[in-house]
């Protein structure tokens, strides 16, 4: 299993209109990716908004890490940041 760990800058006082664009235009594309099992987006502080998206393998993760996000649509008022894929070694 591996993870993508992703970050975004969001604009102040955006976060309500980012969420809302996060769950109805992108949580429903999302679910017919392949290779996903699960995803994480954590409340904005200090304008960082951070996501954990778990995949069943590297090559899922990779494929949504290289062309996936850089070519998706940004919510309204965010910045895509950083991107990084991580094996999973331990989870409960």
Not at 13 to 20: C, F, I, P, Q, V
Not at 69 to 74: K, M, S, T, V
């Given at each position: 299993?591996?993870?993508l760990l992703v970050s975004a800058h969001v604009e102040p006082?955006?976060?309500?209109?980012?969420?809302?664009y996060?769950?109805?235009n992108v949580l429903p594309q999302l679910k017919q990716v392949p290779g996903l099992l699960s995803?994480?987006?954590?409340?904005?502080?200090?304008?960082e908004s951070l996501a954990i998206v778990l995949f069943e393998d590297e090559e899922s993760a990779q494929e949504m890490a290289q062309s996936g996000?850089?070519?998706?649509?940004?919510p309204p008022g965010a910045t895509l940041g950083k991107i990084e894929v991580r094996e999973v070694v331990a989870h409960t």
């Open positions: 299993m591996h993870a006082g955006r976060d309500e209109e980012g969420l809302a996060l769950r109805t995803g994480y987006w954590l409340a904005t502080t200090d304008g996000l850089p070519n998706a649509p940004q």
